[in-house]
């Protein structure tokens, strides 16, 4: 499916807005905890850490060692932290910011 498209659709329109009406971190997990399964929590916090590694310089065995995350999910994080859509790089910045 194209990503432009997948954006037009309501449900998936729905989505983005219930990310946007969670005020704290305790909504925050208990929307993660309702939505999602716990290893899907822990694949999206390990592609979070693969993202903050290869933004930090790391090279791609050392990330997949670091982190055990396979050589297909470091490349991909890593297209993506490089890519058009900005989503980890914005996060990283602001992660960044707050600390």
């Not at 989505?15 to 009406?21: E, G, K, Q, R």
């Not at 060692?65 to 996060?91: C, D, F, H, I, P």
């Amino acid at each position: 499916m194209n990503i432009e498209k997948m954006f037009d659709q309501a449900d998936v329109q729905q989505l983005v807005d219930a990310f946007l009406t969670l005020e704290d971190a305790d909504d925050v997990r208990a929307f993660l905890t309702d939505l999602c399964t716990p290893r899907e929590i822990c694949d999206f916090a390990q592609r979070l850490q693969v993202a903050r590694y290869l933004d930090g310089g790391d090279p791609y065995v050392e990330v997949q060692a670091r982190t055990g995350a396979s050589s297909t999910t470091v490349s991909r994080v890593s297209k993506a932290l490089n890519g058009e859509w900005g989503g980890y790089r914005r996060v990283l910045i602001e992660l960044a910011d707050r600390a």
